[in-house]
């Protein structure tokens, strides 16, 4: 029954998302009025550089064929579909021969570390501080933080992040302004490295913590708000369980259920807001290397980044859904 | 009558009354730059790097520009690309929420499967892959365009959500068995219950949009001649304004965003809080 009525179901959602949205990463660049090669030959152009007719033309069939543009459209979605069962980006264009998968793998250890660490944190963060903000909605503590968030949830990953690298790397220098770790640094897990690894992605990695833990905060004190007002509450308070038990393994974790939903939905934003955060700090990870692929046009890159982040996010959304019943004893797929 | 009681109870919140005089000073401020005495598209009308005086209120850049007079034009430009995209995105998910909740069904199914998309893709890259096409033709109404085509997917579940609670209401069953043709149905008796809310998700959808255009600008996607608070800080960033220790400069861009987003939050917490029955009665209290 579980597989019939959602597993099957849910995985044909997954695969169809993959595939409209790799599908639409394809025709966007095909559709629009300006063709990837001209822009290219263009832009080698505005920086002055002169070519003779022979040289364009020569530039315009390897950028063609480079672009994976030759063909008619049929021949090239297959053969774009092919490519990419077999982890083929084709090469990039700013660093001209290096295939485009060896740059993302290079990034994509500092992303993936940034985002996961962040996102564990701020979800944790926020939802058990939330939820006991929620729970004391009377107190002092708990409408002071309550008003501190309210400045900070509406404020863009880029503005907290161009705020706090203003204020912490220029005005107080306290930590360093770009990059991952000290250019010279081998990387090694040495106690030396490690540290100026975590020294570099401090101020990025709490820009977002605290932007997201901001929102989760304040989604989870308006559950917990909620929770505290239903009858087991009364019930356990009046059957004098003490207070802390009550807070913590009646209402929080129960709160908290809700969230890991939210969090599936979230990840799309969450991964769009540390790619922007990486720009601001020049963080060595796939949005500086987007950045880069933008300033020097090279679709190739692009392409290759925005493919593997839709296929990286949608299964990281199902494989929450999937693990969801193992947290909430109250869905069973049946 | 009923409006007059409506901003009163408003006015009641303090954060209303906040965000009200913010966005009113910033829209003076938009308004100001009709009155400008200085073209925002020239460069070097002015000496360069000018520390606050009577004549330059804030003083100017390094591209001879006044930064007071520009910040006007750049409140303008922004609050002009988020109306577009702010409309023009609720008015694709009203009709979206409005369809999807009221046919149901196959119908239902398959606009919900494509908001669905919508929120799972990182949409940004997308739009970051929209925008390096289009960037040759990226002026004010475009960039809202642009951005209102992805501005719709969560507002229309909020939406959809309301109308299915609506079907179910005893009304709708009266119009539909007195014989009230559906469209009617729809726009006449519905969109009094979608309006307040579509409005407050416009408030919020500004304020994603006038973040997105500041985003795209800096990652150099938006047309750089047109003054935004997004192509602002981009110029100042440019030059090195951080470095330089230019503060005038590319403060004014980041204190004028922020408060603008502030006051955009905070009046949609407001009308949102107000609209839900739960939390008014906390507010209008007795009386």
């Given amino acids: ?334 | 009558m009923a409006f007059g009681s409506t901003l009163r109870d408003l006015f009641r919140d303090y954060r209303f009354v906040v965000a009200f005089i913010v966005l009113l000073f910033l829209v003076t401020l938009a308004v100001m730059s009709f009155f400008s005495p200085y073209d925002p598209t020239l460069w070097y009308y002015a000496p360069r790097d000018l520390r606050p005086s009577n004549e330059h209120i804030l003083g100017t850049d390094s591209r001879g520009q006044d930064i007071f007079w520009q910040a006007t034009f750049a409140i303008r430009n922004s609050l002009i690309i988020s109306l577009v995209a702010g409309v023009i995105s609720r008015i694709i998910a009203v009709v979206v929420g409005l369809v999807a909740g009221y046919q149901g069904g196959r119908t239902d199914r398959v606009l919900m499967f494509i908001s669905d998309g919508f929120l799972v893709i990182p949409l940004f890259l997308i739009l970051v892959m929209l925008a390096m096409l289009i960037r040759d033709k990226m002026n004010i109404v475009n960039t809202g365009l642009l951005l209102a085509v992805f501005g719709w997917a969560w507002d229309a579940r909020v939406l959809r959500a309301q109308v299915l609670s609506l079907r179910e209401r005893e009304f709708t069953k009266t119009a539909v068995l007195s014989g009230t043709p559906t469209l009617q149905l729809v726009f006449k008796e519905y969109m009094p219950y979608i309006t307040p809310l579509a409005f407050s998700t416009l408030i919020n959808n500004m304020s994603w949009a006038i973040g997105m255009e500041m985003t795209l600008s800096i990652i150099g996607l938006t047309n750089m001649d047109i003054p935004t608070l997004g192509t602002n800080l981009k110029w100042a960033l440019n030059y090195q304004a951080i470095l330089m220790r230019r503060w005038y400069w590319i403060l004014t861009p980041v204190t004028l965003s922020v408060l603008l987003f502030i006051a955009l939050y905070w009046m949609s917490v407001s009308i949102s809080e107000y609209l839900d029955p739960r939390t008014r009665v906390q507010r209008v209290g007795g009386e």
């Fill in chain 1, 1 to 334: 029954m579980f597989l019939r009525k959602y597993l099957i179901p849910r995985l044909i959602q997954y695969f169809l998302v993959i595939f409209l949205g790799i599908t639409i990463v394809f025709f966007i660049p095909r559709l629009a009025p300006t063709n990837p090669v001209e822009r290219t030959i263009a832009e080698i152009r505005s920086r002055g550089t002169y070519l003779d007719p022979a040289h364009i033309q020569a530039m315009v069939d390897a950028l063609t064929e480079m672009y994976g543009l030759s063909g008619s459209w049929l021949e090239q979605y297959k053969d774009f579909w092919v490519r990419l069962f077999h982890g083929d980006f084709g090469v990039s264009f700013f660093q001209f021969p290096t295939p485009v998968i060896t740059l993302i793998k290079n990034a994509l250890p500092w992303t993936v570390g940034l985002l996961f660490t962040t996102t564990m944190l701020s979800w944790l963060f926020g939802n058990i501080v939330g939820g006991m903000a929620g729970y004391a909605n009377n107190r002092f503590w708990s409408k002071i933080l309550d008003f501190f968030a309210m400045f900070i949830r509406p404020i863009p990953y880029y503005v907290v992040a161009l705020g706090l690298l203003i204020l912490f790397g220029y005005v107080y220098r306290v930590f360093p302004i770009s990059g991952g770790a000290t250019i010279g640094h081998r990387p090694a897990w040495t106690l030396a490295f490690v540290k100026d690894v975590l020294r570099h992605a401090f101020l990025p990695a709490f820009s977002m913590v605290l932007l997201g833990g901001a929102s989760w905060f304040q989604t989870s004190k308006l559950v917990v708000q909620n929770v505290k007002a239903e009858d087991f509450v009364q019930y356990a308070q009046l059957g004098g369980i003490r207070e802390r038990r009550i807070m913590f393994r009646y209402i929080i974790r129960n709160a908290m259920l809700p969230q890991i939903t939210n969090l599936a939905l979230s990840l799309g934003q969450i991964l769009s807001g540390a790619l922007i955060t990486e720009i601001v700090f020049s963080y060595p990870g796939l949005g500086h290397l987007l950045y880069s692929a933008i300033s020097t046009g090279d679709y190739n890159l692009i392409m290759g980044i925005i493919t593997l982040s839709i296929v990286t996010i949608t299964t990281l959304v199902l494989i929450v859904d999937l693990v969801y019943p193992l947290f909430d004893p109250r869905i069973r797929y049946k």
